[in-house]
């Protein structure tokens, strides 16, 4: 019976060891960010699923997206947005054996009395994915997953780019 409860308190003993090692390492759960705005203006309809995903991740950060330019503290312009396919390789037969997926996207935010606040800048993502004949509907379905993990991607890296704006600075040229 003593033994038991021994194994108990090790278990527990370790569990907490492992617990402090992950926190001196700096390891922390990807929380909310702290956005320098309450308020913005997104220039894109909430209908396409890639701009429901980034609308999403605004509002997950506390962001309230306004219907209005004018009740926004900033405006949000997603521009440019582009998917593409490129041949990485060929097979003897001569037929692509792997493509490169990329996804960009260009955005501008400013002010709503027009200043900028950071100019246009651009954020691409890139992924490899092999490709076989014999395989279609199975690698249509992971071409579509890389997509859409893609613009998550890209959702995640500008809420990120966006939470690092200092509205107090100077309008950028």
């Known amino acids: ?27 922390h759960l ?6 320098p705005f309450k308020r913005a203006y997104l220039n894109a309809s909430r209908n396409e699923r890639f701009m ?3 609308a ?18 900033v405006s949000i312009r997603l521009f440019n947005i582009k ?13 692509a054996r792997e493509y490169r997926l990329q996804t960009t996207l260009n ?8 200043t ?7 954020i691409a993502v890139r992924r490899d994915v092999t490709y076989d004949d014999t395989q279609l509907l199975a690698k249509d379905q992971e071409e579509a997953m890389l997509y859409r993990d893609m613009e998550d991607d890209i959702a ?9 704006i200092k509205l107090d600075a100077p309008a950028a040229q």
Do not use: H, W
């Open 1 to 27: 019976m003593n033994s038991g409860n021994e194994t108990t308190r090790r278990r527990l003993l370790l569990a907490g060891l492992a617990t402090f090692g992950l926190a001196g390492c700096g390891f």
């Open 30 to 35: 990807r929380g909310q960010l702290d956005m």
């Open 52 to 54: 429901n995903r980034i």
């Open 56 to 73: 999403r991740q605004l509002e997950i950060n506390g962001v309230v997206l306004t219907e209005r330019l004018n009740e926004a503290e």
């Open 83 to 95: 998917r593409e396919r490129d041949i990485l390789s060929l097979n003897r037969a001569g037929k």
């Open 107 to 114: 955005y501008a935010v400013e002010r709503p009395d027009g």
């Open 116 to 122: 900028t606040v950071r100019p246009a800048e651009r």
């Open 156 to 164: 995640q890296q500008l809420v990120r780019r966006l939470a690092a």
